[in-house]
């Protein structure tokens, strides 16, 4: 299994220009933003919504996610 995995996003351009504002105030790569971001959403849905399961996450294939 993979470490790193990767994907396309698509926005627009407002929202683009903003995320690397935001990204550059917080003296984040756009990357390290992301995942920052990403981190804490699924936070927020641990706390509001219990805990994710490992086996639940077992369930998930990641196979199209692969190179």
């Given amino acids: 299994m993979k470490n ?4 396309t996003l698509r926005m ?15 003296g984040r790569t756009p990357n390290n933003q992301f995942l920052f971001m990403l981190r804490n959403n699924v936070a927020y849905y641990e706390k509001t919504k219990g805990k ?7 369930q998930i294939d990641l196979s199209d996610y692969e190179n």
């Avoid at 790193?4 to 994907?7: G, K, V």
């Avoid at 627009?12 to 917080?26: D, G, P, Q, R």
């Avoid at 994710?52 to 077992?58: F, G, R, V, W």
């Fill in 4 to 7: 790193e995995y990767e994907f």
């Fill in 12 to 26: 627009n351009a407002e929202m683009m220009k903003k995320f690397l504002f935001v990204s550059e105030k917080e």
């Fill in 52 to 58: 994710i399961k490992p086996a639940d996450l077992a």
